[in-house]
Structure formats: structure tokens, C-alpha cells
């Protein structure tokens, strides 16, 4: 167990870690999605939420129920099928409570279930043995960090949609060097946290 | 279509990361050394051929609402398999790849040749398929990682073959490259084989 406040955590997550730009995690619906704000906002508030939400379920499940019964190795099905149900429920919850909420962030939430930010949260936390604090805090961190990286990323894309790009690089290639760009921007921050 | 059909188109024609631009998370991550990300590609063939097989076996009697689901779990059952498997043979670099091994189910590629392929084809079609798009995979992350490690460690799997007269590029070893170096593939790749195709 290492002693470390939530709330740095969740400053790393966001800054020094962040979860795409140095762990690459979430890049299928970060590439196909970056490509308008209000849609990059959506998703990636959704994620905020999903993950957060789904730490939090996955740290009950894990050491109350995996680590008893001894069947930790189930542990990848156990959090696929957990994500997969919290995302339906708060979809099921959502449309009940907030039909307005549900139309801006509704489409976005079966996307979720396979982006693997979400899966790879649950893993890192296992890996690094946080407490339940450190968890929420690395989860809101990682979701926040993600939601910046894309909102960064579509703002980018949107300025240069009218500009000349070699014809090999359009779509996926220039991304990809826009983000990698801005992958060594938050390299700038690495060194000053240190969370693993 | 004959088997080796099926397997060029998988692994080059319709590459899953050039063309289809799936699977990108892991193919940016385990490519610092090459023996990472042999066995990360090892692993992503094995299970994309056998959840391909088991995937396309039940595929009559899925039902169409529940049917990702079902997915998900073949292809997570698999890669628990790989999982345990290198924890037990290859501890050392089960613990470099962390949770990248876990990450294949979430890998797109799975997904996307199970629904595309998969669900509409015989068994073994469909085990070759996922062989052919492991193939394709692994060649892309031998590439990029072939430049990294050179680069960055001046070694080939491992085996330091540049002095110390060569400068080690620490960039290589981090982030920002990953992303320059797949971003070079895939220009050098569309320039050269998919631009005329276009016109």
C-alpha cells in the first residue's frame, strides 16, 4: 500500500500521468470521435462518470468478493461484465431522471463499455494497490484527463479542418502527430509527481 | 475465397491498424522493446484466432440483442487464458506488459473482426481470418518497435549491438514517440499503396 494523498493522485492522473497521453488508454473513440467539441465534451463528461462510478464498484467487488472466494483470476470477466451493467443502469437511470442530460450524453454510453480507459482504470488500480480514496481520486483524475486530452484534440482538429495536409497523412496520421504533440507537452510535467 | 485469401486480406489489405485504425492504445504501449511487443502480438493472434473459432462456432445461436455481450466474454475467457499463461512461463515480461495483457479484450481489433467477420462466417474461416489479422498486427508493432529500440536502447530484442558511440535518444523510450513513429507508418504506408486506389 503506498502513502499518497487522493488528492495528488488525482493531480497525476490528470498532469503527469494522464491516461491517454502516456498510457495510450481510450485512443479508438479518441481518434473517431475527436472530430467536433460539443461531441468530444459529451463523451468525455460521459467517461468522467462511467469511470469514477465504475472504480468505485470495481474496488467493492474486487476485495469483497474476488479476494475472499479466491478467484482473482476471473478478474478481467468480473470487471468487463461490472462496466458493461453499471453503464446500462446509469442509461436506464439517466432517461429516467433526465431526459435532457440523457439526449446530449445518451448516444455516447454503449460507447463506453469497450473504451479501455474505463477497463484499464480497474486494472491499474489492482496493480498499484490503492486504498478505496486513492482509487476515486486516480479515476476522476484519469476521466478529467481524458476529457481534456480529446477536448484539446478536437478544438485542434476543428482550426485545422480547412488546412492542406499531405494526402497520406489526412485523417488517423495528422492525429496522431497533433496528439503526440501534445504528448510532449505533458512530458513537461512528468517527474514532478511520482505515483507508481 | 481460399484460406490464404483470407489471411493476406486480414494481414495486409485490410490491416486492422493501417487501414481500419484499430488496437491503437496497445500498439502505441508495449512497442518500446521488440520482445514486448512479440509477445503482446503473440497474444493478441491467439486470441483473436480462438475467439474468431468460438465466436463463429455459436454464431447461429447467439440472439442478436445479447450478442456483444457474448462476445466480450469468449474474447475475455481467452485472454485470461494468455494471461495465466505468461504469468506461469513468462513472469518477467507479464509484469513489463502489466495491464496491457488484460487490455486485449478491450482491444478493438477483437471486436471489430468478431463483428465483421466472424459473425458471418464458418469456424475455421474465421480462425484464419484472426491469424492473418494477428499477423498483420504483430508485423506493424515490430516495425515501429525495430525503430524505437534501436534508436532509443541501440539494441535488437534485447542484444546491444551500437557502442557507446552511438547517443541514445531517450525520447523513444517515452510517450510522444510512439505516436510520431505510428504516425510515419501510417503516412509512409498510405502514400505509397492507397493513394492511387483512392483516385
Given at each position: 500500500?503506498?502513502?499518497i494523498?487522493?488528492?495528488?493522485?488525482?493531480?497525476?492522473?490528470?498532469f503527469?500521468?494522464?491516461?491517454?497521453?502516456?498510457?495510450?488508454?481510450?485512443m479508438?473513440?479518441?481518434?473517431?470521435?475527436?472530430?467536433?467539441?460539443?461531441?468530444?465534451?459529451?463523451l468525455?463528461?460521459?467517461?468522467?462518470?462511467?469511470?469514477?462510478?465504475?472504480?468505485?464498484?470495481?474496488?467493492?467487488?474486487?476485495?469483497?468478493?474476488?479476494?475472499?472466494?479466491?478467484?482473482?483470476?476471473?478478474q478481467?470477466?468480473?470487471?468487463?461484465i461490472?462496466?458493461?451493467?453499471?453503464?446500462?443502469?446509469t442509461?436506464?437511470?439517466?432517461e429516467?431522471?433526465?431526459?435532457?442530460?440523457?439526449?446530449?450524453?445518451?448516444?455516447?454510453?454503449?460507447?463506453?463499455?469497450?473504451?479501455?480507459?474505463?477497463?484499464?482504470?480497474?486494472?491499474?488500480?489492482i496493480?498499484?494497490?490503492?486504498?478505496?480514496?486513492?482509487?476515486?481520486?486516480?479515476?476522476?483524475?484519469?476521466?478529467?484527463?481524458?476529457?481534456?486530452?480529446?477536448m484539446?484534440?478536437?478544438?485542434?482538429?476543428q482550426?485545422?479542418k480547412?488546412k492542406?495536409?499531405?494526402?497520406?497523412?489526412?485523417?488517423?496520421?495528422?492525429?496522431?502527430?497533433?496528439?503526440g504533440i501534445?504528448?510532449?507537452?505533458?512530458?513537461g510535467?512528468?517527474?514532478?509527481?511520482?505515483?507508481? | 475465397?481460399?484460406?490464404?485469401?483470407?489471411?493476406?486480406?486480414a494481414?495486409?489489405?485490410?490491416?486492422?491498424?493501417?487501414?481500419q485504425?484499430?488496437?491503437?492504445?496497445s500498439?502505441?504501449?508495449?512497442t518500446?522493446?521488440?520482445?514486448?511487443?512479440?509477445?503482446?502480438?503473440?497474444?493478441?493472434?491467439?486470441?483473436?484466432?480462438?475467439?474468431?473459432?468460438?465466436?463463429?462456432?455459436?454464431?447461429?445461436?447467439?440472439?442478436?440483442?445479447?450478442?456483444?455481450m457474448?462476445?466480450?466474454?469468449?474474447?475475455?475467457s481467452?485472454?485470461?487464458?494468455?494471461?495465466?499463461f505468461?504469468?506461469?512461463?513468462?513472469?518477467?515480461?507479464?509484469?513489463?506488459?502489466?495491464?496491457?495483457?488484460?487490455?486485449?479484450?478491450?482491444?478493438?481489433?477483437?471486436?471489430g473482426?468478431?463483428e465483421?467477420?466472424?459473425?458471418?462466417?464458418?469456424?475455421?474461416?474465421?480462425?484464419?481470418?484472426?491469424?492473418?489479422?494477428?499477423?498483420?498486427?504483430?508485423?506493424?508493432l515490430?516495425?515501429?518497435?525495430?525503430?524505437?529500440?534501436?534508436?532509443?536502447?541501440?539494441?535488437?530484442?534485447?542484444?546491444?549491438?551500437?557502442?557507446?558511440?552511438?547517443?541514445?535518444?531517450?525520447?523513444?523510450?517515452?510517450?510522444?514517440?510512439?505516436?510520431?513513429?505510428?504516425?510515419?507508418?501510417?503516412?509512409?504506408?498510405?502514400?505509397?499503396?492507397?493513394i492511387?486506389?483512392?483516385?
Open positions: 500500500m503506498i502513502d494523498h487522493p488528492f495528488i493522485i488525482f493531480l497525476a492522473a490528470i503527469t500521468s494522464n491516461i491517454l497521453l502516456s498510457n495510450f488508454l481510450g479508438c473513440s479518441f481518434l473517431s470521435i475527436s472530430k467536433e467539441v460539443e461531441a468530444s465534451l459529451g468525455g463528461m460521459a467517461v468522467v462518470f462511467v469511470t469514477v462510478l465504475t472504480a468505485a464498484v470495481n474496488y467493492v467487488v474486487y476485495y469483497q468478493i474476488l479476494v475472499p472466494f479466491e478467484i482473482v483470476y476471473l478481467y470477466i468480473i470487471f468487463i461490472v462496466i458493461a451493467a453499471t453503464v446500462q443502469l442509461e436506464i437511470f439517466i429516467r431522471f433526465s431526459p435532457a442530460l440523457y439526449y446530449s450524453l445518451g448516444i455516447f454510453l454503449p460507447l463506453i463499455t469497450v473504451n479501455c480507459a474505463i477497463f484499464g482504470v480497474a486494472l491499474f488500480m496493480i498499484r494497490k490503492y486504498t478505496f480514496m486513492q482509487t476515486i481520486g486516480f479515476a476522476a483524475g484519469s476521466g478529467i484527463g481524458w476529457l481534456l486530452a480529446i484539446a484534440l478536437a478544438g485542434i482538429r482550426r485545422i480547412e492542406m495536409v499531405p494526402a497520406g497523412l489526412q485523417g488517423a496520421g495528422i492525429t496522431l502527430i497533433i496528439t501534445m504528448a510532449l507537452a505533458f512530458v510535467f512528468s517527474g514532478s509527481v511520482i505515483i507508481q | 475465397m481460399t484460406k490464404i485469401d483470407i489471411f493476406r486480406e494481414a495486409f489489405k485490410e490491416n486492422s491498424v493501417w487501414r485504425v484499430l488496437g491503437i492504445c500498439a502505441l504501449a508495449v518500446n522493446f521488440m520482445r514486448n511487443s512479440l509477445i503482446m502480438g503473440l497474444g493478441v493472434m491467439f486470441s483473436l484466432a480462438l475467439s474468431g473459432f468460438t465466436i463463429s462456432l455459436i454464431r447461429n445461436h447467439t440472439p442478436r440483442s445479447v450478442r456483444m457474448v462476445q466480450t466474454l469468449i474474447i475475455a481467452w485472454v485470461i487464458i494468455v494471461d495465466l505468461l504469468k506461469a512461463y513468462i513472469p518477467d515480461a507479464s509484469k513489463q506488459l502489466g495491464p496491457y495483457v488484460g487490455l486485449i479484450i478491450t482491444n478493438c481489433i477483437l471486436m473482426r468478431a465483421a467477420f466472424a459473425a458471418k462466417n464458418t469456424p475455421l474461416d474465421s480462425m484464419v481470418d484472426g491469424i492473418g489479422a494477428g499477423f498483420g498486427y504483430t508485423f506493424v515490430l516495425i515501429i518497435s525495430l525503430f524505437r529500440e534501436v534508436l532509443g536502447f541501440g539494441s535488437v530484442f534485447g542484444f546491444t549491438f551500437l557502442g557507446d558511440w552511438w547517443p541514445r535518444w531517450s525520447i523513444m523510450a517515452m510517450a510522444p514517440s510512439a505516436f510520431f513513429m505510428l504516425s510515419i507508418l501510417f503516412w509512409y504506408i498510405h502514400q505509397k499503396y492507397y492511387q486506389v483512392k483516385k
